[in-house]
């Protein structure tokens, strides 16, 4: 296993068409998370899974995204009606966990998205 | 999670130690500093991290303060490679353990 893999790298939609994105996190990473991240910015925390169960939403989360971890192995990202502020980076991380936060966060190397 | 400040960018001939720097203030016993970097276009990529102690790896070196309220990353012999941008992020535990709180990092250019 050589990290966190996300397919596809890019994606160039219409406004208005739904989006997916999937990501592989590292064998037995049980945290998954997602963010997004804009020209110019850091990456924003969007939401993090441990196993299936999602623990955590950011306010960014808006009601056209949702995320899934349905086996607690893998997650999809989805883009519902997708307008131009979406397009951006969508970076996918995992992680162990464990009693204290020195569990380290690796990323993938991010999909990109284009609305046009 | 306590914030972070950083210089907005900084220079450094090929070669020589690249030391940046952060201050968090803030920080609360538990919390660890850690340090990613982001070249063009990629996903951030892990350098160290540490709570107390000072810590080396085979990229670089993390030097705490005594009261754990500002930190350094040493490069301690640049390419140019190590062009990017250093994000200095301190974990925090409790119910927001687990995810990072990017800041808007320094950009590092190191120069022939």
């Known amino acids: 296993d050589t990290g966190v893999s996300q397919d596809p790298r890019h994606k160039i939609t219409k406004r208005g068409q739904n989006v997916t994105f999937r990501c592989d996190p590292i064998s037995e990473h049980n945290r998954l998370y997602w963010y997004r991240q804009t020209l110019g910015q850091g990456p924003e925390f969007l939401t993090y899974?441990?196993?299936?169960?999602?623990?955590?939403k950011s306010r960014l989360l808006s009601d056209r995204f949702s995320a899934e971890r349905p086996k607690g192995s893998f997650s999809t990202l989805e883009i519902q009606r997708t307008e131009q502020g979406d397009s951006a980076m969508y970076l996918c991380?995992?992680?162990?966990?464990?009693?204290?936060?020195?569990?380290?966060?690796?990323f993938g190397e991010g999909s990109w998205l284009t609305v046009v | 999670d306590a914030k972070t400040t950083q210089p907005p960018s900084m220079d450094c001939a090929e070669g020589r130690a690249a030391n940046l720097p952060c201050n968090h203030s803030?920080?609360?016993?538990?919390?660890?500093v850690y340090w990613y970097r982001q070249i063009h276009s990629q996903g951030p990529q892990y350098i160290i991290h540490g709570l107390k102690n000072n810590e080396t790896n085979e990229m670089a070196s993390l030097i705490i303060t005594e009261d754990r309220k500002s930190s350094t990353l040493i490069l301690p012999h640049a390419t140019l490679r190590d062009t990017a941008v250093y994000y200095c992020?301190?974990?925090?535990?409790?119910?927001?353990?687990?995810?990072?709180?990017f800041g808007q990092g320094t950009i590092l250019t190191v120069h022939p």
């Open positions: 899974f441990q196993n299936e169960a999602q623990l955590e």
């Open positions: 991380a995992s992680s162990l966990t464990g009693a204290s936060s020195g569990n380290t966060i690796y």
């Open positions: 992020i301190v974990r925090g535990g409790g119910t927001s353990y687990g995810k990072l709180t």
């Open positions: 803030t920080i609360s016993g538990n919390e660890y």
